[in-house]
């Protein structure tokens, strides 16, 4: 006996939902990989905080002639209240050098290298430390001492 059902005409199943009602699809369920060491995280936040470290720093403490920089403005907090307490540290002031997210997301998404997001981001930590009156005591672009900077 021949079937004469039209195959455009069938039901096709939806992905299973999550809790929360969303789709699953198969990004959403496999673990985050770092492209560059394919190290694996349990959460896209941290292979993206990962890969950061991969990049100069970003933040740097707006004090005067303060040449520290790092990564996370919970470490400038604490980096603040040992090195400035005689200051009110500035909450609203950004004290970001450049934006590392869209690198890290080209990086992820193997539409740029590391080496290639590294050359941009150094381009513009250049161009800040002009703009910041920094360019003396930011000797190091990338911010980091060579004794904890293996990439």
């Given at each position: ?33 770092c492209p560059i ?10 292979r993206?905080?990962h ?19 790092g ?58 430390a ?22």
């Amino acid at each position: 006996m021949q079937d004469d059902t039209d195959p455009s005409q069938l039901e096709t199943s939806s992905p299973p939902e999550s809790p929360l009602g969303e789709h699953n699809t198969p990004e959403d369920t496999e673990l985050p990989v770092c492209p560059i060491c394919n190290v694996v995280f349990y959460r896209r936040q941290e292979r993206n905080r990962h890969i950061r470290s991969f990049l100069p720093h970003s933040i740097y403490c707006p004090f005067e002639q303060c040449p520290w920089r790092g990564d996370r403005h919970d470490n400038l907090k604490k980096h603040w209240s040992a090195k400035h307490t005689h200051v009110r540290f500035p909450e609203q002031q950004p004290c970001q050098i450049y934006d590392p997210d869209p690198l890290v997301e080209l990086v992820v998404r193997e539409r740029l290298s590391i080496e290639s997001a590294a050359e941009v981001a150094l381009f513009v930590v250049g161009q800040r430390a002009q703009e910041l009156d920094k360019i003396s005591i930011w000797a190091n672009w990338w911010g980091r001492t060579p004794k904890n900077f293996e990439h």
